[in-house]
């Protein structure tokens, strides 16, 4: 699933969104067979659960839904969990909040930052109150609240039940966490999160949507490492971060790399950024006079080390969705 670089590449600036044909039924189609696999089972235990808890990035608060959550699983009370608030950039937080009332019916949305346990406390009473107020189809006679979390891959959905563990319980670690996509493949069995009320959670595998509905959409659960980076192409994402940066007028990265300005250019910049950091090798250039080696920039490991910053936030906080808050829908994929 690698996007047209002929589409994507070495397009920056304020004509990246307006003067390029977007393409890549690659990404519009990545469904790997376990995610098909993980939601069928998450549909075959809905008759053991009172709520389910859908865990997001919230730096892609509406790029990141799987509308397939809510055909689903929509008969039961939904809390969303907005994860990593302190990588997003929340100046529009209302906004966020009204766009998911109106658009998605969603009522209930917690931010949280499961890494350091922040608003992590709301999460368990904010469960009960909707369990309090539904009906509890086949549970009714159960004394113990079952809640499934789901999410796209790579969002935090283990790390907010280890956290809840923390918390409520104060136990370790209960379910294996990466910085990668796909480290659950499986629906688990019941974890533990809460003693009073007592509360137990499942936790299940990411599942992307079966189409995405556009590549631009596509980058931005890529550079949120919700695809695998080879899937896409580094330069590709770098690129298209740089652009995202530079419109937003985020420009925490010329500081980061101590560069003298804003660069429109991505070769330029992941040059500037290969040798500051020494990420170079040499090569041999063939001439008249014989073979001589040169030195060259690693392009590739500084798009890794561009993209690591970002995920990292040391490029400051960033909303990859400010052009859905203020109404500019990703340009559509071409069949």
């Known amino acids: 699933m690698r996007l047209s670089a002929r589409a994507l590449s070495g397009v920056t ?5 307006a003067g390029v044909a977007l393409r890549g039924q690659d990404v519009a189609r990545w469904f790997p067979g376990h995610m098909a696999k993980g939601l069928k089972k998450m549909q075959s235990s809905l008759t053991r659960v009172d709520c389910v808890i859908e865990v997001r990035d919230a730096r892609i608060p509406l790029s990141g839904r799987n509308p397939v959550f809510q055909e689903a ?3 039961k009370p939904h809390l969303l969990v907005l994860n990593k608030m302190d990588l997003a950039d929340l100046t529009e937080r209302q906004k966020i909040v009204q766009q998911l009332e109106e658009g998605e019916g969603l009522r209930n949305v917690i931010f949280t930052n499961c ?3 922040e608003n992590v406390r709301q999460v368990i009473p904010a469960v009960s ?3 309090g107020s539904s009906h509890r189809y086949h549970r009714g006679e159960n004394v113990d609240y079952c809640v499934m979390v789901a999410g796209i891959p790579n969002v935090g959905k283990s790390s907010l039940i280890n956290s809840l563990r923390r918390q409520h319980l104060r136990k370790g670690k209960a379910t294996r966490v990466g910085g990668e996509p796909g480290i659950t493949r499986a629906v688990t069995s019941r974890i533990q999160v809460s003693e009073r009320p007592l509360v137990f959670l499942l936790d299940t595998p990411g599942v992307l949507a079966p189409r995405i509905e556009s590549v631009e959409t596509g980058l931005k659960l ?5 695809l695998l980076d080879h899937l896409v192409g580094e330069e590709t994402m770098a690129d298209y971060l740089l652009h995202t940066l530079n419109e937003h007028r985020l420009l925490g990265y010329v500081q980061h790399y101590g560069l003298g300005g804003t660069c429109q250019d991505t070769g330029h910049l992941l040059k500037s950024v290969a040798v500051r950091l020494g990420k170079t090798r040499k090569v041999k250039a063939l001439t008249g006079t014989g073979d001589v080696n040169v030195v060259q920039p690693n392009y590739a490991a500084a798009a890794r080390d561009f993209l690591q910053a970002f995920r990292s936030g040391q490029l400051g906080p960033v909303m990859l969705d400010r052009d859905l808050l203020r109404g500019h829908p990703p340009a559509e994929t071409e069949p």
């Open 222 to 226: 890529a550079l949120c490492g919700t």
């Open 129 to 131: 109150q909707l369990i």
């Open 13 to 17: 600036g304020a004509a990246w969104r």
């Open 115 to 117: 890494m350091t346990d």
């Open 73 to 75: 699983l929509g008969l």
